[in-house]
């Protein structure tokens, strides 16, 4: 605590720093239509590209800000980049045991996804087909599927925005998790504190989905206030989580494959009208497992190997 007061990182500082990343990360947004007075776009493709290149502009900034802000020497890349979580040490374990504690709250929705292909092939064999015409014509939707997701990474990296969800994940992690959390650590913040109050800014960056349901789609002020307090509520609940993978793992790729993993599963289904029982009782067991395995599998031991008698290991407490 000495070193980081002695670095002039006050709380306050560190707060509304990470404040100003999130209106900055929201308002940019709508920087385009209201300040430079550019016309509204004319297809979806076209909005979503403006809004990724918006919101890269205010990820940019706020890392830049990050590290003039932080007690840290810039030059260093290694330690900076290190303090953003990107690392190539561990990398196998930052990818491996957050994905796959994450998709144990997925469970009940792979199960369900499996019922599905069951059910399927039994329709199918009454019909007088057989085993391997089936496993065949899945295999080919399988390759489809494969050969659309593969088309659109390679068109994202041209310049598309059709890439399931991954660009909002990138962004908002460099800025509320890459960012914000050193800033908070930094600042004096315990990390349970911050793996609270993240989420908290995190949301904010979403509350600009009000405007667009409530204008857009119609809905009156109650009924746009319940969709997207359902939206703000499972955000927090996504953001702590995502927090605290970031603050143990000290892996910005932990979080980010969760993001994508969790955007592209959508909410967990935790009952269906077909073989609900069944569903139910698997996401259950899901869920408990989730929480067995979450400390132990994101016990940082796992992902750094520090020789020195830093309580933190990030080195936030000795920062100077």
């Known amino acids: 605590m000495e070193a980081r007061e002695e670095a002039g990182l006050s709380k306050s500082t560190a707060v509304l720093s ?49 590290a003039l802000i932080l007690p840290v020497n810039i030059k260093e890349i290694p330690s900076l980049l290190g303090i953003y979580g990107v690392r190539m040490d561990h990398v196998w374990q930052a ?70 969800g991954v660009q909002a994940p990138v962004t908002e992690e460099l800025v509320f998790r890459a960012c914000m959390i050193p800033l908070l650590l930094c600042g004096g913040f315990e990390p349970y504190i911050v793996i609270g109050l993240c989420p908290i800014l995190f949301s904010l960056a979403h509350l600009n989905h009000w405007m667009e349901i409530y204008c857009q789609q119609n809905y009156s002020v109650i009924k746009a ?13 996504f953001g702590s989580y995502a927090s605290l993978l970031f603050i143990r793992t000290g892996h910005l790729v932990s979080p980010l494959l969760a993001h994508v993993f969790c955007n592209f599963m959508g909410l ?16 259950a067991a899901g869920v408990i497992s989730f929480i067995w395995l979450l400390f132990p599998l994101t016990q940082p031991d796992l992902y750094h190997e520090r020789t020195d008698d830093c309580r933190c290991w990030h080195g936030f407490c000795s920062w100077n």
């Not at 076209?46 to 809004?51: A, G, I, N, T, V």
């Not at 319940?226 to 955000?235: F, N």
């Not at 009952?271 to 139910?280: C, D, S």
Request: charged share 10%; glycine share 6%; aromatic share 10%.
């Open 18 to 66: 990470c404040t100003a990343m999130a209106l900055l990360y929201v308002g940019i947004l709508y920087t385009p239509t209201l300040i430079l007075r550019l016309p509204q776009p004319s297809s979806f493709k076209e909005f979503l590209l403006r809004r990724f290149v918006c919101a890269a502009i205010a990820s940019v900034v706020s890392v830049a800000a990050c």
């Open 95 to 164: 990818v491996v045991y957050p994905l796959c504690l994450t998709s144990l709250m997925y469970a009940g929705s792979m199960v369900l996804k499996l019922l599905l292909v069951v059910e399927a092939m039994k329709e199918h064999m009454d019909r007088g087909g057989g085993v391997l015409d089936f496993a065949r014509d899945l295999l080919q939707n399988f390759g489809s599927w494969v050969s659309s997701a593969v088309s659109n990474i390679l068109a994202w990296l041209i310049g598309s925005v059709e890439l399931l």
């Open 225 to 237: 206030s319940m969709v997207v307090g359902l939206q703000l509520s499972y955000t927090v609940i």
């Open 268 to 283: 967990p289904v935790f009952f269906a009208r077909k073989k609900g029982g069944m569903v139910a009782l698997v996401f």
